[in-house]
């Protein structure tokens, strides 16, 4: 077994010091620094539900510009989305052409 070398002279008397503020430090400084890491983890999940919003805003801000500016993107959706047609205007649904061509 290795020969265990005593502390030097003059730190000798600072050992039991060294030992005693560090028990100190981890009692008073223990509470604070769970708190503290118990923070940052919360930070880090507001920053990533703040990029997944901001990702969301940005995506229906593109939206709505292409809803004030793209008038056949509109009217393409309003004859998909409640089902009309201009007048005089045959529409054949596309699920009664898909029938149509199973029994054939």
Do not use: C
């Not at 009309?84 to 052409?97: G, H, Q, R, T």
């Amino acid at each position: 077994m290795a020969k265990r070398t005593a502390w030097p002279v003059g730190l000798r008397s600072y050992g039991p010091w060294i030992i005693g503020v560090s028990v100190v430090a981890v009692v008073v400084l223990g509470p604070g620094l769970v708190n503290l890491l118990s923070l940052s983890w919360q930070e880090r999940a507001l920053d990533r539900k703040l990029r997944r919003l901001q990702e969301a805003h940005d995506e229906l801000a593109r939206e709505h510009e292409r809803l004030k500016s793209d008038a056949v993107y509109v009217e393409g959706l309003i004859r998909s989305t409640f089902k009309l047609a201009k007048p005089d205007e045959l529409v054949i649904p596309s699920e009664s052409l898909n029938s149509d061509e199973k029994t054939h």
